[in-house]
């Protein structure tokens, strides 16, 4: 079993229910299973360990996808937590119906998206994930079954919501799904040439456009510090309501690890910079280009080759966003490491719903680095220092490495969680980061 | 015929409802058989959201029911069907069937004469009505008989035998309606999940339903799933007993 970036990969024990009983007798009575103990499993798009459980078991749940009900008069949907975003789309779409929040990838589960409280490029608008969860089925490992709401006054939606797995077993999920006039999206694409002019582009577009995000030149130095794409988007009024279509390319093996060194990255990001400055303006595009861009290709995680990568996703607070961002640049772009796809992106003030929700207002910068042994793990130190010193925190989501103390520094409401933790639960990025 | 019935025996093993869902996406029309009436209406409550017109469940243990004329009739219930699928079986445990007769008289009961007896009545129905297809899951472990699953295996090509000679049948007295034996290979269903998975002779059950559905619209009496199993079970076939026995197949 491999995380999508694929530095971690674990033998585990898996377990593949296909109905709700079965998956009921796996958690229920396993509290005394071990340290270890189990965890639910979607479709693997964590790229660190938070989806890991070595030593304990695993429970995959992509069988269990059938949705129990779909309303299209209101929109809304409740099924198990296997089901995928995408087979959501290809149901809800030609209803009229999109998901309020999707994440760079629409192949993960519905389950997997509450447990990570996942965010999107409207987050400035819609919040995260969990805002639209309006019920949720969860197993415990004592035995019990509770279904909660988000008024829950005992704390279990708020810690299971973002809470990695970790307070029972998202069995089953009701969402509530925003209205599309069609699949399409009109969006445009401007060049920014240093990081100043990014957040101001922020402050123009944020109420005019439900979609912002920035593709980041993390290899431009000097007076291009900073310097990339700036995309917005808002639905457009299309009356085409074609689900995104299935991919048919796809990595079929790990390429060379020494494909991506400094000189080529800089050399992609250039050439990217370029073409994307010249084809700046606006474009119709349909939903799946722009929210999934990466998504076209089956198993790019093999870009990497075979040592896989680090994902490095963190935010920092509005005060210091400017300068944060700016010293974390700068320190990629002196390294040399980086990747072809950096992202930046303002968080809105919208609160997140979970207790270890990982969204916040200010800005996030996401970004890959190549598994380059010890330099790649000593860039990403001298980057925590920074993000700490920002007071910001990182996302579990994509991360395998960080210790008990940078956690607990970034996620003040920890000690609140830890009370809601089932102790028939854990993974990999548990055991490495409880307090 | 594409607007009428779908008829599954067997509706919730997993190809029977990656198949489902298939038509479900169309807007057919669905009738589902099977054992526990819980899964099924799981299985059914999916369907409609996907897309099905109607659906509708029925509890039947299909390996024992005496009268499989009248059950077929009643879920049938008049009405046009556009396919009768037979899509269930179960593996067995090839090694406790060497000694223990009981239980390798119910595999071969499960596997081989209740479906053959839903099989005959379901070709009738089909014949009677002048259109329709009957799709009825086979294996390619009934090309050849190996040590490790020759009872299922025995059972799968007595099954396809059976619907060749019904397809025969059926298109020589030009009745309009067709059998269809679909063979899977390797398959990633609960069926299998106790012997080592991946590489490239396993599919989905989702590529599976798609041979089934294409089988229920057109083509020959058999279907491999995926097709280059026909190449694989040729040469299996024609491999020399001197060479096969020596391996531990």
């Known amino acids: 079993m491999t995380s999508w970036g694929r530095v971690a990969c674990e033998a585990q024990a898996v377990a593949r229910p296909r109905w709700p009983d079965e998956?009921?007798?796996?958690?229920?009575?396993?509290?005394?299973?071990?340290?270890?103990?189990?965890?639910?499993?979607?479709?693997?798009?964590?790229?660190?360990?938070?989806?890991?459980?070595?030593?304990?078991?695993?429970?995959?749940?992509?069988?269990?996808?059938?949705?129990?009900?779909?309303?299209?008069?209101?929109?809304?949907?409740?099924?198990?937590?296997?089901?995928?975003?995408?087979?959501?789309?290809?149901?809800?779409v030609p209803h009229g119906w999109f998901p309020a929040v999707v994440p760079g990838t629409r192949f993960v589960t519905l389950g997997g998206a509450i447990a990570n409280d996942v965010h999107g490029k409207n987050h400035h608008r819609a919040g995260t994930f969990g805002r639209h969860v309006r019920r949720l089925g969860l197993l415990r490992s004592d035995g019990t079954t509770y279904e909660l709401t988000p008024d829950d006054s005992s704390g279990l939606f708020a810690a299971t919501v973002g809470g990695l797995g970790l307070t029972g077993?998202?069995?089953?999920?009701?969402?509530?799904?925003?209205?599309?006039?069609?699949?399409?999206?009109?969006?445009?694409?401007l060049a920014f040439h240093r990081l100043d002019d990014f957040f101001a582009l922020v402050a123009e577009s944020d109420r005019t456009y439900a979609h912002t995000v920035a593709w980041i030149d993390c290899t431009a130095s000097g007076s291009a510090l900073g310097r990339g794409i700036f995309s917005r988007a808002n639905p457009a009024d299309d009356n085409r309501f074609t689900p995104a279509p299935r991919s048919k390319i796809s990595l079929p093996v790990d390429l060379p690890p020494g494909l991506l060194n400094s000189l080529t990255l800089r050399a992609f990001n250039g050439a990217y910079f370029a073409l994307k400055s010249q084809r700046r303006g606006a474009r119709h595009t349909h939903y799946a280009p722009f929210f999934f861009p990466l998504d076209a290709i089956g198993q790019w995680n093999r870009l990497y080759g075979r040592r896989g990568f680090y994902q490095y996703q963190c935010v920092v607070p509005p005060s210091v966003a400017r300068e944060a961002v700016a010293e974390l640049l700068l320190q990629i772009v002196r390294s040399g490491q980086g990747s072809f796809l950096a992202v930046l992106k303002t968080f809105g003030a919208l609160k997140s719903p979970g207790l270890l929700s990982f969204p916040a207002e200010g800005t996030t910068l996401a970004l890959d680095f190549r598994n380059a042994g010890a330099c790649t793990l000593a860039l990403m130190e001298r980057l925590d220092r920074i993000v700490a010193e920002a007071g910001g925190r990182l996302y579990p989501a994509k991360d395998g490495r960080i210790g008990a103390a940078m956690f607990a520094a970034g996620y003040p409401r920890l000690g609140e969680f830890v009370r809601h933790r089932d102790p028939g639960l854990s993974s990999a990025f548990w055991r490495r980061v409880a307090p | 015929m594409k607007d009428g019935l779908v008829l599954i025996l067997g509706a919730t093993s997993a190809i029977a409802e990656a198949t489902a869902r298939l038509y479900a996406k169309d807007g057919a029309s669905l009738a589902l058989v099977g054992r526990d009436p819980s899964r099924l209406a799981a299985v059914a409550a999916d369907l409609r959201a996907r897309g099905a017109a109607q659906v509708e469940t029925h509890e039947a243990d299909l390996a024992a029911r005496p009268a499989p004329a009248r059950d077929l009739a009643d879920w049938v219930a008049g009405r046009p069907a556009q396919a009768i699928l037979l899509l269930y079986g179960t593996l067995g445990d090839q090694a406790r069937a060497e000694t223990d007769i009981d239980y390798a008289r119910e595999v071969l009961a499960v596997n081989f004469v209740s479906?053959?007896?839903?099989?005959?009545?379901?070709?009738?129905?089909?014949?009677?009505?002048?259109?329709?297809a009957l799709v009825v899951v086979g294996s390619v472990a009934g090309d050849r008989g190996r040590q490790s699953n020759y009872v299922y295996g025995a059972a799968k090509a007595g099954l396809g035998v059976l619907v060749q000679g019904l397809a025969h049948r059926l298109s020589l007295r030009r009745s309009g309606a067709r059998a269809v034996l679909v063979k899977p290979g390797f398959v990633d269903t609960p069926m299998t999940d106790h012997l080592p998975k991946g590489g490239p002779l396993w599919s989905k059950p989702e590529t599976v339903a798609e041979a089934v559905r294409a089988a229920a619209s057109s083509g020959g009496p058999v279907r491999y799933a995926p097709g280059w199993w026909r190449l694989v079970m040729l040469a299996i076939r024609l491999a020399p007993a001197s060479m096969f026995h020596r391996r531990p197949l």
Request: proline fraction near 2%; include cysteine.
């Open chain 1, 23 to 92: 998956l009921a007798d796996l958690v229920h009575g396993k509290a005394a299973a071990g340290e270890a103990g189990l965890l639910a499993a979607g479709l693997g798009r964590s790229y660190g360990d938070s989806g890991l459980n070595p030593g304990g078991g695993l429970i995959a749940m992509g069988r269990l996808d059938r949705i129990h009900a779909f309303d299209p008069m209101i929109g809304v949907l409740r099924a198990d937590a296997g089901l995928s975003l995408d087979t959501l789309m290809q149901v809800a």
């Open chain 1, 169 to 189: 077993v998202i069995a089953w999920a009701e969402v509530q799904l925003t209205r599309v006039r069609g699949a399409y999206l009109d969006a445009e694409d």
């Open chain 2, 115 to 132: 479906a053959a007896e839903w099989c005959l009545v379901a070709a009738g129905l089909l014949e009677a009505q002048g259109s329709g």
